[in-house]
């Protein structure tokens, strides 16, 4: 499960997620109380995305991000692309948005092609932070901008127990009722708890080479934004 490394990772990821697709929308809206939404709505603003701009969601799943992107601005050329084509075919309106199947690890794209690398809860599900970080990086154009919305380690404060009883328990019991699927549901926890903290990730976009690089806690402690920038050559 979150243990996995390498190519047995991605496997366990993309039979995990072409197990979940049908249910994945209905899951995510009714483990968060919906803030997922308000959430990916949040991090479209933080792109800041202008007319004309080249925008690529990473780990798209079911293209919520990416459609969040044309609500706000449809003078862009949107490309969602992923791994697990259960996820891209789970929902029907990608109407603006160009779908392309790709690992987030060895993208398909050339340097310097995108003015935003954009992604929702994906970073913590590939095998190596560095490498996608790294090809984030690569296909950004200089002076574009990098936003990561993703679940994050809580720190410990008066909620801990409370917080730990839902992602333990509470989570993966959803996940059997309504998705049949324990198991995926108790990866998506774990997979949150060996992740690195907020602060960590700062380091691993600083050590890629980003630069400006904030981030915004959220959902008491439990969800993360980050964003950055690539320097200008
Ligand atoms: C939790 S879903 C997020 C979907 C969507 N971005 C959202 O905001 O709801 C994570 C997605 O990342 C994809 N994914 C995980 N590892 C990947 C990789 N190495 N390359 C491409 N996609 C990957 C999965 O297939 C899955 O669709």
Redesign the pocket.
Known sequence: MAHLNGIER?KF??KT?TDIASRYVFM?HLMTGGMDILL?KETIRIANLKMGERVL?L????G??AREARIKNNGLFLIA????LA?MTATRDWNMIQRTS????TLPFEEDTFNVVM????VR??SSLEKALAEQFRVLRPGGRVVILDMTRPRHNLLTPIINFYLKSIVPLLGRIFNRNRDAYTYLIQSTQNFVTAENMVLAMEKTGFQNIRFRIRMFGTMAIHDGIKPQE
């Open positions: 991605e990821v993309n997620f995510n990916r969601d780990g798209t799943g079911t919520d991000l692309s992923d791994f697990t996820m790709a690992d987030a690890l992604s929702g809860y994906l599900n590939v």
